[in-house]
């Protein structure tokens, strides 16, 4: 069955980067591509950029520009975010989540989640 | 970017239909999907391209889509239906395509 495995929980003090793992399985991991959302505690869902397995093109929400790197690794079929210059707000669970449709785009499976804490 | 509304709160008794808003403008002329989150646990697909149920998914799960506003509906409900449900669209000539509501939090009472 398709199945993405993230990361453990991570815990940084501002300032610092956290690096999240996205392991995928059941599908050909290069034609699809992956998006990352994440969740701060209590409140709703927010995309942050996606990436195409296919060509490693990316597109970052205009709020992350500069501190986030997505990138792959088609050999073992693993997506990564990277977020560097940690703050407090951005304690948060991250998903990441294989994008699917052609025209418009939804999101199916998601990852179980990885929660970065962000405290000094 | 573009912005969708849902209802903070939804209650409804068990067995009655439970129906969720989103709000954007001209909604209807994009393709929208929605979201089933239960505490502690990832998001999953309950309707996508409005209408469309993957599988898996009770038949109790529908979706409709027009003018300003798109519709969750879930029928007969269970107490298992309890969860924040999420709108999703993608505005591809955006910069920022990935839009979600703010979410509706579902009570069974």
């Known amino acids: 069955q398709v199945q993405l495995v993230q990361s453990g929980a991570e815990v940084k003090k501002p300032g610092a980067s956290v690096k999240v793992s996205c392991k995928a399985s059941?599908?050909?991991?290069?034609?699809?591509?992956i998006s990352w959302v994440r969740q701060a505690p209590g409140q709703g869902l927010e995309w942050m950029g996606w990436?195409?397995?296919?060509?490693?093109?990316?597109n970052y929400a205009q709020k992350l520009q500069g501190r986030v790197t997505m990138t792959t690794d088609t050999s073992t079929s693993t997506a990564y975010m990277e977020l560097r210059s940690l703050r407090s707000d951005d304690t948060a669970v991250y998903y990441c989540?294989?994008?699917?449709?052609?025209?418009?785009?939804?999101?199916?499976?998601w990852g179980q989640g990885t929660l970065v804490t962000v405290s000094s | 970017s573009y912005v969708l509304t849902q209802p903070p709160s939804v209650s409804v008794a068990p067995g009655k239909t439970a129906r969720i808003t989103c709000g954007g403008n001209?909604?209807?002329?994009?393709?929208v999907h929605w979201y089933q989150q239960k505490p502690g646990q990832a998001p999953v697909l309950v309707v996508y391209?409005?209408?469309d149920r993957p599988s898996g998914i009770p038949e109790r799960f529908s979706g409709s889509n027009s003018g300003n506003t798109a519709t969750l509906t879930i029928s007969r409900v269970e107490a298992g239906d309890e969860a924040d449900y999420y709108c999703?669209?993608?505005?591809?000539?955006?910069?920022?395509?990935?839009?979600f509501g703010g979410g509706t939090k579902l009570t069974v009472l």
């Open positions: 989540a294989r994008e699917v449709g052609s025209g418009s785009v939804w999101f199916d499976p």
């Open positions: 059941g599908y050909t991991f290069t034609s699809y591509g």
């Open positions: 990436i195409s397995a296919y060509n490693g093109n990316t």
């Open positions: 001209n909604i209807g002329s994009k393709s």
């Open positions: 391209d409005d209408s």
């Open positions: 999703q669209v993608w505005d591809s000539s955006s910069d920022h395509p990935g839009v």
